[in-house]
């Protein structure tokens, strides 16, 4: 898609100047520069833990900085709650959810802001103006189901809309598409430009490169907290930006030995589900992955993926079906009982069930393991043991800060948090690895890194099933591609020979090409 410009550079929207931010001892941003002009979209990339959100986390007022000024709009202002800066124009959407879970969509999309009829919320307008939005913007939402009860992908559509909601004119996005598809990373592009067009600025904190080319007009690297460069994209490529942000060139392509896959680990047996509507998501799906392989589940978000991880990790039951671990039977296990049969896993939602953010990193890495040697005797923690693991893992596996065993989890960036969960489920050594999404929201190198570990674990013989929305992670580390559709797998393709159209043209539903191959 050919990017459109809509930069006024005779207006600037945003000016951040000289910002210092410091957490303690710790100088999360080291003197940083920012400008933002009307109509611009304005990339911000470095890696996980470099200061990127604390600086946007500054100009929606949640932080105040140690020192340094912000001007909107060509005026100096002081942005001391997010509430100011919403009246300011800004809007933020934020990496991990601000959404009450049992509310519905709706509800939280108004929340705050809820229109009145007489004395009583006026819900029915409310929900009217939401449909129109969503229409409008291609982010198509069930306006009356319950946050709790929705994908990790729909949750990002709701933060967005809620804040075209409370009409902004100028928006951060912190990784906005981390769990979107393809397709949907397409059309939010293309909504960006259609806010540009409007007049509207718009900063894009991304980890993806191919976003940052085909989205934004400039581009501001920062690096251990310190400002590197301001670019204008359409004069440096992807390699350049990456090396930028890591300092360092990175290796894009996954190197892989051809090996032939052994025993079957995992064998899913017409398998059919509920989801949260009780309206059938898993049609009698069929499933294997074999040791030394990895399998790459592709399909668009809604299609059954949630439902086969939640019962494949036995967070939900399932109606009817067999699912074998090395050929036991463990439909409808409890979730210690399947990692007991050497089942490991990176969950989809990190937040929800892949860490206790009140633990600290120590803790969180024994989060299985507490009650056995050597981290317990006799029910006593080992507290030197606990904490000499932690220190090996945050090493082997570059968690930033380093020395942070002793932090809270929900202190890390979330590339970090993914860190801890991919150190802890590849020490753990199981038989199947179950990755979903397991670089959401990771920065090149960190991604380089993840890739590595997940081969490691098909080279050691294990197997490994990762589902992603990231086609060119499934295709790049894949050696078998299953495509799910309508909650059936509709075909299969070997990793090698799979190609971007076709596999999108069977997610969408067509097999009848597959088959004529």
Sequence with gaps: MERQSNVDKNTVAIQMTDIVKKFGDFTANDHIHLTVHKGEVHAILGENGAGKSTLMNILYGLYQPTSGTIAIDGKEVVIDS???????GIGMVHQHFMLIQPFTVTENIVLGMEPKKGITVDIKSARNRIMELSERYNLKVDPDAKIEDISVGMQQRVEILKVLYRGAKHLILDEPTASLTPQEITELIEIIHNLTADGKSVILITHKLKEIKAAADYCTIIRQGKYINTV????VNENQLASMMVGRDVEFKVEKKEQKPGEIVLEV????????????ILKGLNLNVRRGEIVGLAGVDGNGQSELVEILTGLRKGESGQVNVLGEDLFGSTPRKIFEHGVTSIPEDRQKHGLVLDFTVSENLILQNFGKEPYSKKGILKKDMIRKHATELIKKFDIRPSGCENRLAGQLSGGNQQKVIIAREVTNDGELLIAVNPTRGLDVGAIE????YIVEQRNKNKAVLLVSFELDEIMSLSDRIEVIFGGQIVGSVPGKDADENQLGFMMAGGTKHEQER
């Design 82 to 88: 997010p509430q100011k800066a919403i009246d300011m």
């Design 232 to 235: 204008d994209v359409d004069e």
């Design 269 to 280: 047996k017409d398998l059919h589900a509920k989801d949260y509507r009780n309206v059938e």
């Design 449 to 452: 890194f993840v890739h590595k």
